[in-house]
């Protein structure tokens, strides 16, 4: 059985706790956060700690922390020379201390604390320097249920810019059609049935055959129309415009 100690309480941190705690062949052996967390009903019986001299031997510490706090955190931990991974899309790997082994378990998938998440849906990108440690962290993701990839650095922060893309950017976008709609008395959930077939249809086809729309048909017409229902929310039509200029240039 593999032991593990989670750094760190807040989306990715919790979810990870919650996964490894419910596989029969991980342990948690402890869970870390700099203040006092209220444990869900899975982890009660799981070992918290606030004191990072006071965390135990394990066979992987996963720092599940922001961005600028990675290098901090694998500073201050009172040990050496065990695998010491983060879980970070953007963060290269030498930015971990050298005085343990470093590693990249990088869950890409969009976390939420309040919203259940199935380990066979997130896929797992791995990066090591040392193979016996890859394989570990390959035993790891099979135990959650996840897909993995071994990859480089360039490679996983590449796939970090393009998660913006298609996960926060698009957000964005139900953000402002969400704003479109309630300012017509309409329900959001109208759309919800077109969002689901965008989605789908892009598992079978790749974007660019995919795409449809008024800007693809340059259809001015409606395209000006469009732009001219935009005009008190200036901000709006810029994206409009731009997206708009984006997809006419993609497709002649």
């Keep these: 059985m593999i032991s593990i100690v989670v750094i760190g309480a807040g989306q990715v941190g919790t ?3 919650n996964a490894i705690h419910a596989s029969p062949s991980l342990l948690l052996k402890q869970f870390y956060n700099r203040s006092k967390v209220a444990l869900t009903d899975d982890i009660k019986d799981v ?6 001299d006071l965390l135990k031997d394990a066979d992987l510490y996963i720092i599940a922390v922001s961005d600028v706090a990675v290098e901090a955190i694998s500073k201050a931990l009172p040990f050496e020379n065990r695998l010491v991974v ?3 899309g953007s963060v290269a790997m030498r930015f971990l201390s050298k005085k343990n082994r470093r590693g990249v378990f990088y869950p890409l998938q969009t976390f939420s604390k309040n919203s259940d998440l199935n380990f066979s849906a997130v896929p797992i990108c791995i990066e090591t320097s040392c193979k016996k440690d890859r394989e570990l962290l390959k035993s790891v993701a099979i135990a959650l249920g996840s897909p993995y990839y071994t990859i ?3 490679q996983r922060q590449a ?3 393009a998660a913006v893309f298609v996960n926060n950017f698009t957000n964005q976008l139900y953000r ?3 704003e479109l709609t309630d300012s017509e008395g309409l329900e959001f959930d109208i759309l919800k049935p077109l969002i689901a077939e965008t989605a789908n249809k892009v598992q079978v086809l790749s974007p660019y055959m995919a795409q449809t729309g008024p800007a693809k048909r340059n259809d001015k017409k409606t395209i000006l129309q469009q732009q001219k229902l935009l005009e008190n929310t ?6 409009y415009k731009l997206l708009t200029k984006s997809i006419q240039k993609t497709h002649g």
């Design 47 to 52: 070992e918290f700690c606030s004191d990072l």
């Design 159 to 161: 796939l970090h810019l």
């Design 152 to 154: 480089q650095t360039e």
């Design 176 to 178: 402002i059609a969400h």
């Design 86 to 88: 983060h879980t970070s």
């Design 234 to 239: 200036p901000k709006f039509q810029e994206i």
């Design 15 to 17: 979810h990870f706790c």
